[in-house]
């Protein structure tokens, strides 16, 4: 994804950058925090049994997580 069409979609989400941008922000901060300790753990837990499938499975679900961000 190219920096214009991110900057594109942070425009659109939160429009003028009043209230309810800072609230939006906060939001999808606080979502991908309450998620990547468990994305995290589930991680580790592939990686450390050597089951590379599922480890590449949640560090892709981490990334897309983090992407959102």
């Known amino acids: 994804m190219s920096d214009?069409?991110?900057r594109a979609?942070?425009?659109?989400l939160v429009g003028d950058g009043g209230a309810?941008?800072?609230e939006l922000v906060g939001?999808?901060?606080?979502?991908?925090?309450?998620?990547?300790?468990?994305l995290i753990d589930k991680f580790a837990t592939a990686a450390a049994a050597g089951d590379?499938?599922?480890?590449a499975h949640w560090a892709?679900?981490?990334?897309?997580?983090?992407g959102n961000v």
Request: proline share 3%.
């Open 4 to 6: 214009d069409t991110i």
């Open 9 to 12: 979609r942070i425009r659109d």
């Open 20 to 22: 309810g941008a800072a």
């Open 27 to 38: 939001r999808i901060v606080a979502s991908f925090l309450n998620r990547a300790p468990d």
């Open 52 to 55: 590379a499938a599922d480890a």
């Open 60 to 66: 892709h679900a981490l990334a897309g997580a983090a």
